[in-house]
């Protein structure tokens, strides 16, 4: 009798508990009915990232406008660099985030970039001290293509709040940090293989080849077409399943989740895919995304690589 | 009767601009059974006569027929002080009508069809229906070389901040500045009630921050609000027609209309002898500069030059100089440079 007078006391609690308490249960890559089920909560602040134009027509409820290119700008020759801290603390401020938010962010997941944009604001989230960030398997094809879920054309108009955030700022590293870290650190290259092994390069990228000392882990292979199988229906882009994610990523970097992981790219934007799920779906704890990437280290003929 | 081609029924079930069928617009020849019987006497750009849509819009048409985005006056306006007498009539004939007003949007190159620039269009906006305004569309067909996507950040670059904050471009420009007033005006520098920043930041030199207040008392008629705030570089025609790497994007001078407010200034791509081809030249060509005041739509809070006086005053970042003129240039572009100089130092 004690015993289920305790569980009745204890399922009360449960009850009273605040709503943020379960936003912080939040997965790190959450689907659309878990998001559709945490829309009530109202310490949830769900980011839309696709250009204006497109959040004007359609968003999830309540959704705030977060436009991708205002966190990922053009700095000199250098393309997707970190806005300024100062921009960083008005943007968060302005969209109503506080360091102790929970942030789910969506976008589209037509095109790769699409796809990488939403993991990179992820990304940028945390630098800025956000605890709490989750990304929406499937972006917003998904919710309202495939699943016609409501959608909302009323801009959302946040609250501003001064944002008061401790910036997290080892998990981004600059060229000099990489130099001194070779052959310390597992430095992962995710870029596709030809582009690791020196047979192919973009156009922004001076010269052919990898950081010396690399590994080749693709950030192509973490998303696959949805729904799955053998049909012509394109709605969207999920993230594979995280048993196939960490069978992924353990043939390359290992199950050892303290050591030293830098990820990089050619610009640092794909980057934040493996950084993502390496660092929030797979708990390794010390994992760093190069932000200048290739476009950087290629322009440095004393920056040692390979081929 | 010839189907070769199909709008939407449910669009024309419900739209009433349909209602006198395709011909009430397009005409050609309803009996006609192949596509080139049907199409005899077909009309593809019906609205660039404005008496089809003055039918029902005969208030919008009145002032449109005497606005810039129709007469495409501006253009010629720009360039006028160029010639001479015979060589602007020459210009008018060549140039001007054959030219210049090819670019002047009728009412379907915004609310139907992108209009066709430099011969490309990239066709109907949303399957032939009428759109009221969609400014990814309807503004950025045409203003998409340049200030659509400086606005949105999609050169790189930084996103304006209005754009950031859900702005598009009917949020500050208004239905006036598409449509027409009702007067004739040669530029849009004559256009009185033009979108202007102090019309919603109306508190300037009031600001709680000491630093911020006294850059805007400072420099108030004396810079532009772009002089500042404009956040990074911005598309100027040889960013595309390349002819050296060492241009800037981003420059700083005097406005050539004023000859005193220092503001953003772009190239435009008049050159000594751009007519040339088409037997016209430009006897005053150094009457005006090869630089135009320019209200960059990439403003932000916060540039390099809000941040620190010394990116102006001491660095001169971004300033026009003699060494950055462009080559065999108007002799009316040294007029621009602005001499900036440090900041004395008071007791």
């Known amino acids: ?307 | 009767m010839y189907k070769g081609y199909l709008v939407d029924q449910t669009l024309l079930d419900t739209d009433p601009h349909f209602a006198m069928g395709c011909e009430g617009c397009h005409k050609g020849n309803l009996e006609g059974a192949t596509r080139e019987e049907a199409h005899q006497g077909l009309v593809k750009r019906p609205s660039d006569n404005l008496q089809t849509c003055a039918t029902c819009h005969q208030k919008i048409t009145s002032t449109y027929e005497k606005a810039l985005h129709y007469t495409s006056a501006g253009q010629r306006h720009g360039v006028m002080k160029r010639f001479s007498e015979t060589e602007l009539k020459q210009f008018d004939e060549k140039i001007f009508e054959q030219s210049c007003r090819s670019c002047h949007a009728s009412c379907g190159s915004c609310h139907v069809k992108a209009a066709a620039v430099g011969g490309i269009s990239i066709g109907l906006i949303k399957g032939h229906k009428f759109i009221k305004k969609d400014e990814g569309k309807t503004c950025a067909f045409c203003h998409g070389g340049r200030v659509y996507p400086e606005y949105t950040g999609e050169y790189g670059g930084k996103p304006d901040v209005h754009y950031q904050k859900g702005m598009l471009c009917m949020d500050c420009h208004q239905k006036s500045d598409m449509h027409g007033d009702g007067n004739t005006y040669l530029s849009k520098q004559d256009v009185k009630d033009r979108p202007v920043c102090t019309n919603c930041h109306n508190k300037l030199g009031q600001e709680a921050r000491l630093t911020t207040r006294t850059a805007h008392t400072q420099h108030r008629d004396k810079v532009t609000c772009y002089g500042c705030h404009a956040s990074a570089e911005y598309r100027n025609c040889y960013n595309c027609h390349k002819e050296s790497e060492s241009k800037p994007g981003f420059i700083l001078g005097l406005n050539p209309r004023d000859g005193k407010t220092l503001t953003t200034l772009r190239v435009i791509p008049t050159v000594r002898d751009t007519f040339a081809a088409a037997g016209v030249t430009m006897s005053h060509f150094d009457a005006l500069p090869n630089y135009w005041n320019t209200p960059a739509h990439n403003i932000r809070k916060r540039t390099d030059r809000t941040r620190s006086c010394d990116a102006c005053h001491t660095d001169k970042a971004g300033f026009l100089t003699k060494e950055a003129l462009i080559e065999n240039g108007s002799k009316a572009n040294e007029r621009l440079i602005y001499p900036i100089n440090p900041i004395p130092i008071t007791e």
């Open chain 1, 1 to 307: 009798m004690k015993k289920r007078k305790l569980l009745i006391l204890f399922a009360m609690l449960l009850c009273l508990l605040p709503l943020s308490a379960m936003a912080s249960t939040l997965p790190p890559i959450i689907s659309t009915e878990e998001t559709a089920a945490a829309l009530s909560n109202q310490d949830l602040i769900i980011l839309d990232i696709r250009k204006i134009e497109e959040y004007k027509a359609g968003h999830i409820p309540g959704a705030i406008s977060m436009f991708y290119g205002n966190l990922a700008i053009k700095r000199g020759d250098s393309d997707n660099e970190l806005t300024p801290d100062d921009e960083l603390v008005d943007l968060l401020g302005s969209a109503g985030i506080k360091p102790e938010s929970t942030i789910i962010v969506y976008g589209k997941t037509d095109t790769p970039a699409d796809r990488v944009n939403i993991t990179r604001v992820a990304w940028t989230l945390k630098y800025a001290g956000v605890a709490k960030v989750s990304v929406m398997n499937g972006g917003f094809e998904k919710w309202s293509i495939r699943e016609k879920r409501a959608v909302s054309a009323d801009m959302a108009k946040p609250k501003a709040v001064s944002y008061k955030g401790k910036f997290n700022k080892a998990i981004f590293v600059n060229k000099d940090y990489v130099k001194n870290s070779l052959n310390k650190t597992l430095i992962v290259d995710v870029r596709e293989p030809d582009f690791f092994e020196g047979k192919q390069k973009l156009p922004m990228v001076a010269k052919m080849g990898r950081i010396a000392g690399a590994v080749n882990l693709p950030s192509i292979q973490v998303f696959e077409k949805y729904p799955p199988g053998d049909h012509m229906e394109t709605c969207c882009w999920t993230f594979k399943d995280t048993e196939t994610l960490k069978n992924m990523a353990t043939g390359v970097v290992g199950v050892e989740t303290n050591r030293e992981i830098i990820v990089y790219c050619d610009t640092g934007r794909v980057a934040s895919t493996w950084w993502f799920i390496l660092a929030e779906v797979l708990g390794y704890k010390n994992v760093k995304l190069y932000d200048g990437s290739m476009q950087e280290w290629t322009k440095d003929d004393s920056a040692p690589m390979l081929p």
